[in-house]
T-cell receptor, first 116, second 113 residues
C-alpha cells in the first residue's frame, strides 16, 4: 500500500491476556520503528529495526514486550500478560533509513490498546 | 542527552489569527535533523517539514513557515491566517545519530471560527 498500515485499529484486552499488533511498512522502507503514546503525551520510542535486525530495543518497558520483523517487512509487537498501564496508542513508523537524503519517518494510524 | 521541549501545552486562537508554536531542543550531536508533525483527531502523525543541522535557511510553504536558529536551539513553526482545519496537536521531533525520533510533548492548537 501507499502508507504504513497498522492492525487492528482498536484492541480491548482483559488484564493478563496476550496481544499482537501488526505493522505493514511502506514498501522498500528499511527502517521500522515502534512508539508508544500515552494520552496527552508525545510518542515514546520502543524499538527499532533495520531490515530484520532489531538494532535498538532500549525503550521496551519490560520483558513482557517483544517485537519481531522476521523477513524485514511486516513487524509484530507482542505484549504478554497485559496490564492496565499498557493502555496506550501504539504507533508504527517506517523510513528509507539513515543513509538517505530522505530521513523522515512516516507513521501509521496506530493501534489503540485498552486493557480492562 | 537528547531532549525536545514544547513549552506551550495548548493554544487557542480565532480563525485568521497568526500563531507560532515553539520548540527548543538539546543535543550533543553536530549532525541532526529536526521535524514537525501534525496529529489530527484521527490519530495519524502527518509529516510536515524536516530541517538538517547544516541548513538554517527559513522556509515558507503556503501558510506555514519555520524558523530554525542554532544559536538558540530553536525550531519554531508559524501558521499564518489560521483555519479551523489547522486544529490538531503539533509535535516537534529530533532525530539523533541513532536514527530514532525524540518527540516533544506536543502543543494542542485549537482554532475557533
Amino acid at each position: 500500500g501507499a502508507g504504513v498500515s497498522q492492525s487492528p485499529r482498536y484492541k480491548v484486552a482483559k488484564r493478563g491476556q496476550d496481544v499482537a499488533l501488526r505493522c505493514d511498512p511502506i514498501s522498500g522502507h528499511v527502517s521500522l520503528f515502534w512508539y508508544q503514546q500515552a494520552l496527552g503525551q508525545g510518542p515514546e520510542f520502543l524499538t527499532y529495526f533495520q531490515n530484520e535486525a532489531q538494532l535498538d530495543k532500549s525503550g521496551l518497558p519490560s520483558d513482557r514486550f517483544f517485537a519481531e520483523r522476521p523477513e524485514g517487512s511486516v513487524s509484530t509487537l507482542k505484549i504478554q500478560r497485559t496490564q492496565q498501564e499498557d493502555s496506550a496508542v501504539y504507533l508504527c513508523a517506517s523510513s528509507l533509513g539513515r543513509a538517505t537524503t530522505i530521513p523522515e519517518a512516516f507513521f501509521g494510524q496506530g493501534t489503540r490498546l485498552t486493557v480492562v | 542527552a537528547q531532549k525536545v521541549t514544547q513549552a506551550q501545552t495548548e493554544i487557542s486562537v480565532v480563525e485568521k489569527e497568526d500563531v507560532t508554536l515553539d520548540c527548543v531542543y538539546e543535543t550533543r550531536d553536530t549532525t541532526y535533523y529536526l521535524f514537525w508533525y501534525k496529529q489530527p483527531p484521527s490519530g495519524e502523525l502527518v509529516f510536515l517539514i524536516r530541517r538538517n543541522s547544516f541548513d538554517e535557511q527559513n522556509e515558507i510553504s503556503g501558510r506555514y513557515s519555520w524558523n530554525f536558529q542554532k544559536s538558540t536551539s530553536s525550531f519554531n513553526f508559524t501558521i499564518t491566517a489560521s483555519q479551523v482545519v489547522d486544529s490538531a496537536v503539533y509535535f516537534c521531533a529530533l532525530r539523533d545519530n541513532t536514527d530514532k525520533l525524540i518527540f516533544g510533548t506536543g502543543t494542542r492548537l485549537q482554532v475557533f471560527p
